[in-house]
């Protein structure tokens, strides 16, 4: 390939959900820029695979995500009409958990704090309406209506090909082995060369901490599975009937979705078995095991969605202690921006995080406020980290509600 020259405004390393944003969002903005991803473009090693992802305006991991959100469905919609391409499915978002529960709790405080449209359903009402869930009497459960899911990979294929109509260079299958403070911005070098930019973001996913020194102990990758169920009853898991949800039962917490992609009802277990992992050096295919656990899950509370296996697959979170973002500067090197929004519940964030980090490459800040994102707030860095139980909020989310 012919290149004008090895220098570019921005470089982004890692183009997956974060980076392909951040691609186009820099792009569009007329910057010169190199985004280089180690596999594929899109691919399913990392954290932005598996057909669908859910995207909600409650929030019960912190009400001041509601603000980001709104920006970010604005920005999915943008960027859906401008491809032509429908990446945002709406199905309504159901939250719900025993009366008390900070998933229950926490949905229906953002929705009440933000005037979100919603309704509180219990168990038995839940059942007469979506007849597919079948959750304990005792539940209680948040309908938020604009609830939904994207498109992951389809969002990153998309993001790519609006960035590279802009004049963005995108090098799959090209990783970048590190990267050094030089002549006032950075030098990368990857397996087959070497580049020069003004400004570096790194937006690696589970490989963030191998990347950025910072972020060692605070970036942790851990293993998910997650299961497609052929229903026995599929016409209770059409988007049109069947809500995206989260929900905490005793076995822990859990998130689906209807049909869509794979013949079967997708869900999976927040932090499954919490098995903290080398990105490099895992075994990520599911085994019987996982299916068993899942499986279980399926058969008690979404009895007609518990059908023949049709798939399974596994994929990384990368948490942070407190489970919210980090999005910030690097602190000694302000020309270095690192995004690691994942912690389980990053991508539907993708979009407004791609003009998040934009604004910071460009200007250092941003109008958004991404004060719960920031690395200062961990004073000390934790070597491991982990979860108590299934069903317990994080210790650090928890005080909030
Ligand atoms: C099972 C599962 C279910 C989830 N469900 C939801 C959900 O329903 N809703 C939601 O909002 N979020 C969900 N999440 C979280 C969300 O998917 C992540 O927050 C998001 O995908 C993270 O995007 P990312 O860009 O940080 O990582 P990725 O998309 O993995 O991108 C990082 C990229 O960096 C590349 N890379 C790494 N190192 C290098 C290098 N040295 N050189 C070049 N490239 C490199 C990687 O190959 C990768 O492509 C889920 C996550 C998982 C795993």
Redesign the pocket.
């Known amino acids: 390939m012919h290149k004008e020259s090895n220098h570019y405004d921005v470089i982004v390393?890692?183009?997956?959900?974060?980076?392909s944003a951040a691609v186009y969002q820099l792009a569009r903005r007329g910057r010169r820029v190199l985004g280089?991803?180690?596999?594929d473009i899109?691919?399913e090693?990392?954290?932005?695979h598996?057909h669908?992802?859910?995207?909600r305006l409650a929030y019960y991991e912190h009400p001041s995500y509601v603000h980001l959100l709104r920006r970010a469905y604005e920005l999915w919609r943008e960027i859906q009409q401008h491809v032509g391409e429908q990446l945002l499915h709406i199905t309504g978002s159901i939250d719900a958990g025993p009366p008390g529960s900070w998933v229950f709790e926490g949905s229906w405080r953002s929705c009440r704090e933000h005037d979100l449209p919603h309704q509180v359903l219990t168990g038995a009402e839940m059942r007469r309406r979506f007849p597919a869930y079948h959750l304990p009497h005792d539940t209680l459960a948040v309908l938020q209506p604009e609830g939904g899911?994207l498109l992951?990979e389809r969002c990153?294929v998309q993001y790519v090909m609006a960035a590279q109509a802009l004049g963005a260079e995108i090098h799959g299958r090209?990783?970048?082995?590190g990267w050094e403070p030089y002549r006032g911005g950075v030098k990368v070098t990857?397996e087959y060369d070497i580049y020069y930019a003004d400004k570096l973001v790194v937006?690696?996913?589970?490989?963030?901490s191998?990347?950025v020194d910072v972020l060692d102990g605070l970036a942790t990758p851990e293993r998910?599975?997650?299961a497609w169920l052929q229903p026995s009853r599929p016409e209770l898991f059409t988007p049109d009937r069947f809500p995206?949800f989260n929900l905490l039962v005793e076995e822990g917490r859990y998130?689906g979705f209807p049909a869509f992609g794979i013949p079967g009802f997708k869900f999976?277990r927040y932090h499954h078995l919490e098995e903290v992992v080398d990105p490099d050096d895992y075994d990520p295919e599911p085994n019987a095991e996982d299916e068993r656990i899942l499986r279980e899950f399926a058969s008690r509370y979404f009895p007609d969605g518990a059908g023949p296996t049709m798939a399974l697959k596994g994929?990384?979170?990368?948490n942070t202690p407190d489970k919210h973002f980090i999005i910030d500067l690097h602190p000694d090197y302000p020309n270095v921006v690192i995004?690691?929004?994942?912690?389980?519940?990053?991508?539907?964030?993708?979009s407004v995080i791609g003009e998040i980090v934009a604004d910071l490459a460009e200007r250092g800040q941003t109008r958004h406020d991404i004060d719960l994102f920031r690395l200062a707030r961990f004073k000390t860095r934790p070597k491991a980290q982990q979860l108590k139980t299934h069903t317990q909020a994080p210790e650090a989310i928890r005080p909030f509600w």
């Open positions: 390393i890692g183009v997956g959900g974060m980076g280089l991803e180690r596999y899109p691919h090693i990392g954290s932005s598996g669908t992802r859910i995207i899911f992951p990153i090209e990783k970048a082995l990857t937006t690696a996913g589970a490989w963030a191998k990347m998910q599975v997650l995206v998130y999976g994929c990384m979170f990368t995004a690691s929004p994942c912690s389980g519940h990053g991508f539907k964030f993708a």
